[in-house]
């Protein structure tokens, strides 16, 4: 992070839009067959038959890609490794607008023909499975594999001691316990003759069906317990970009990065904290049709994406 510092107003607002891009095509992917773009009324035949995905931690994905992105755009020696499995669509959207998926996918272009083939085929057949997997560019573990990021982190920085190396961590991921053991790790390998590791938990409050043991402790429990494996704590709300911004240009010893983001925040306010689909039958049901409609131009599509003039604004 050597002489880098936070952007100004005019990334501040890049960042923003990237997030809203993202979290408009992961809930697009999630649910749409047609109709990508909103360009007319949204009907139950745009819909997919099956919803098969999670929407819970996308929106922390597309938040920490979008930050982390900006903060080291020109570091060829940074790399980011995820590891919230059940956020895929997420990722996909962003290594779409990136172009990294169009470099082993020659359909997946910057373009409407691109999203509506990033959209329709996910969770759909002969597609894009609905967790990372191996035709992912840069996946080396599955995507529903929980607990091996931040070693696999630390491993690479033992082999590339000129990285910097950011790593997302769900909060319900590090209760795994290869997830906790690595945290250990950053005072076995020391600081000598390894890359620099910058762990972000992802601190959304719930798993799969339960509020995560790390959401019930309070700031200071869990600031304690991160300075006990070795690291300064260093708490984000992750709906200030400003914020993120300034703490990423902090120059912190170990830094240990809490990421404050509400399960699926964006989504209907009803079913927000869903950790998979929040809206199981908007084909079928009106009122969560209604809902996804709402959802969808909540993102407004429009400022961000023409279909003619492509992306309105540099990506």
């Not at 931690?57 to 080291?72: E, P, R, S, V």
């Not at 998979?276 to 908007?282: A, G, S, T, V, Y």
């Amino acid at each position: 992070m050597s002489g880098m510092e936070a952007v100004g107003t005019d990334e501040i607002e890049k960042i923003k839009k990237r997030i809203r891009l993202c979290d408009y095509l992961t809930v697009a992917q999630l649910y749409l067959k047609d109709n990508f773009l909103l360009e007319r009324d949204l009907e139950p035949d745009d819909i997919k038959p099956r919803l098969l995905g999670h929407w819970g931690t996308c929106h922390g994905i597309n938040i920490a890609y979008a930050n982390l992105k900006a903060y080291f755009h020109d570091d060829p020696n940074f790399s980011f490794i995820l590891g919230p499995g059940h956020g895929f669509p997420a990722l996909q959207a962003n290594l779409f607008i990136d172009g990294e998926l169009l470099k082993v996918d020659n359909k997946a272009t910057l373009d409407k023909e691109g999203i509506k083939y990033i959209c329709k085929n996910f969770s759909w057949p002969d597609g894009f499975p609905s967790h990372a997997s191996p035709i992912t560019p840069g996946v080396i573990t599955e995507g529903g594999e929980l607990g091996y990021a931040l070693a696999n982190a630390y491993g690479v920085s033992l082999g590339h001691p000129e990285k910097t190396i950011a790593v997302l961590i769900g909060d319900g991921e590090l209760e795994a316990a290869t997830a906790i053991a690595s945290l250990n790790l950053e005072r076995l390998l020391g600081s000598n003759g390894r890359g620099k590791i910058l762990p972000i938990l992802h601190l959304n409050g719930y798993k799969i069906s339960a509020p995560s043991i790390y959401a019930r402790k309070s700031e200071r429990e869990l600031n304690e317990m991160i300075r006990g494996f070795g690291f300064t704590p260093v708490n984000i709300d992750g709906e200030n970009v400003e914020e993120f911004q300034t703490e990423l240009a902090k120059k912190y010893a170990s830094p240990f990065y809490i990421l404050h983001s509400e399960k699926g925040f964006g989504g209907p306010n009803r079913y927000h904290k869903s950790h998979q689909i929040p809206l199981k039958e908007p084909g079928a049901n009106k009122e969560q049709m209604e809902l996804l409609i709402g959802w969808l131009k909540s993102y407004h599509i429009s400022e961000l994406f023409d279909k003619e003039k492509g992306f309105l604004y540099d990506i």
